[in-house]
C-alpha cells in the first residue's frame, strides 16, 4: 500500500460546479497535511494546509479525518484557472514529507 | 522576496554522461530540499539539508547521485553516470521554518536522458 493515495483523476467539470478529492495516508502517526497546486510543466504550490478543524480559504475547504486517516479538498464555484493537478502531502514522524501522485482537474466553460 | 532559483531550465544528456543542476534558495531559509518528479508521479524527496549538513538521503542513489551545500546556502545535485530512468524533473525547495509549515519550490530543471 502506498503511504499516500489519490485518485489520480482525471476530473472533468464544468464552470461554476463543485468537486471534491480525497486523499488516504498509511501512517497513523502523520503530524501534518496540505494540499500543493500543480500545473501543467510547471513547480508545486502550496495551496493550503490541513487542520484538524478543517480550514477555508475562499471557495477551497480542507478536512482532516485523523480516525479514517484521510484528508480532503472541496472546491466550490470551479473556475476554468482552477485546472491544475492537485497534490496531497504529509508530513511523518521527524518530518520525512511523503507527496502523493496527485489528482488532475480539468474545468471546462 | 526573490524566489527559489534554479539552473539550467532544460538538460538533454546521453546516458552515462553526468551532469549538475544549480539551486539557490530564499535568502535566509537554512532547510534545503531535493525532489525528483518522474511524469505523472508525485515528487519524491532525494536530499535534504539543514544549512551544510545533511538532515536525510535515505533516497538518494548514491552511487550515481551526489549532492553539496557548501556554505549552507545555495546547493548542487550531481548525477554521474546517468541512465535513462534518471528523466525526470528536478525540483529544489526551501524553508525557514520546517517541513510543517510546508515550502517553496524552485522552478525546477528538466532533464531528458536519451
Not at chain 1, 16 to 31: E, K, L, P, R
Not at chain 1, 64 to 87: E, F
Request: with cysteine; net charge positive; aromatic share 12%.
Amino acid at each position: 500500500r502506498k503511504e499516500v493515495e489519490q485518485d489520480p483523476g482525471p476530473f472533468n467539470v464544468p464552470e461554476g460546479a463543485t468537486v471534491a478529492f480525497n486523499c488516504t495516508y498509511s501512517n497513523s502517526a502523520s503530524q501534518s497535511f496540505f494540499w500543493y497546486r500543480q500545473d501543467c510543466r510547471k513547480e508545486p504550490k502550496l495551496l493550503m494546509s490541513v487542520y484538524s478543524s478543517g480550514n477555508e480559504d475562499g471557495r477551497f475547504t480542507a478536512q482532516l479525518n485523523r480516525a479514517s486517516q484521510y484528508i480532503s479538498l472541496l472546491i466550490r464555484d470551479s473556475k476554468l484557472s482552477d485546472s491544475a493537478t492537485y497534490l496531497c502531502v504529509v508530513n511523518n514522524v521527524g518530518f520525512k514529507t511523503i507527496f502523493g501522485a496527485g489528482t488532475r482537474l480539468f474545468v471546462k466553460a | 522576496e526573490a524566489g527559489v532559483a534554479q539552473s539550467p531550465r532544460y538538460k538533454i544528456i546521453e546516458k552515462r554522461q553526468s551532469v549538475a543542476f544549480w539551486c539557490n534558495p530564499i535568502s535566509g531559509h537554512a532547510t534545503l530540499y531535493w525532489y525528483q518528479q518522474i511524469l505523472g508521479q508525485g515528487p519524491k524527496l532525494l536530499i535534504q539539508f539543514q544549512n551544510n549538513g545533511v538532515v536525510d538521503d535515505s533516497q538518494l542513489p548514491k552511487d550515481r547521485f551526489s549532492a553539496e551545500r557548501l556554505k549552507g546556502v545555495d546547493s548542487t545535485l550531481k548525477i554521474q553516470p546517468a541512465k535513462l530512468e534518471d528523466s525526470a524533473v528536478y525540483l529544489c525547495a526551501s524553508t525557514d521554518r520546517g517541513a510543517s509549515y510546508g515550502y517553496t519550490f524552485g522552478s525546477g530543471t528538466r532533464l531528458t536522458v536519451v
